[in-house]
Nanobody, 114 residues
Framework: VQLQASGGGLVQTGGSLRLSCLAS????????MSWYRQAPGKQRELVAA???????NYADSVKGRFTISRDNAKKTVYLQMNSLKPEDTAVYYC?????????WGQGTLVTVSS
């Protein structure tokens, strides 16, 4: 499985961005997908996750502002980010997990200016 993340950029506080992660391979629909982020000098953290069945969970810091979704036909997972804050600035990575297999995308930079 290869993952290609896109959609990052520079946005002002309060703005919105939608990240996309396109996956290759035929097993996409059977795996769980997640978005992580890593800010400068900080550890990578889970932002949002969606199971193959469509169940979602979110970090407390993004609940009510971010929405994760997936389109299995397009082999794509999305992260809609609204009401962005400067503390959301980070490199965002998508992640695919199925049993013992874990794959990471290359990351896309999100910068929120104050």
């Amino acid at each position: 499985v290869q993952l290609q993340a896109s959609g990052g950029g520079l946005v002002q506080t309060g703005g919105s961005l939608r990240l996309s992660c396109l996956a290759s391979g035929s097993i996409f629909s059977t795996g769980d997908m997640s978005w992580y982020r890593q800010a400068p000098g900080k550890q990578r953290e889970l932002v949002a996750a969606i199971t193959s069945a469509g169940r979602t969970n979110y970090a407390d810091s993004v609940k009510g502002r971010f929405t994760i979704s997936r389109d299995n036909a397009k082999k794509t997972v999305y992260l809609q980010m609204n009401s962005l804050k400067p503390e959301d600035t980070a490199v965002y990575y998508c992640n695919f997990k199925l049993a013992k297999y874990v794959y990471w995308g290359q990351g896309t930079l999100v910068t929120v200016s104050s």
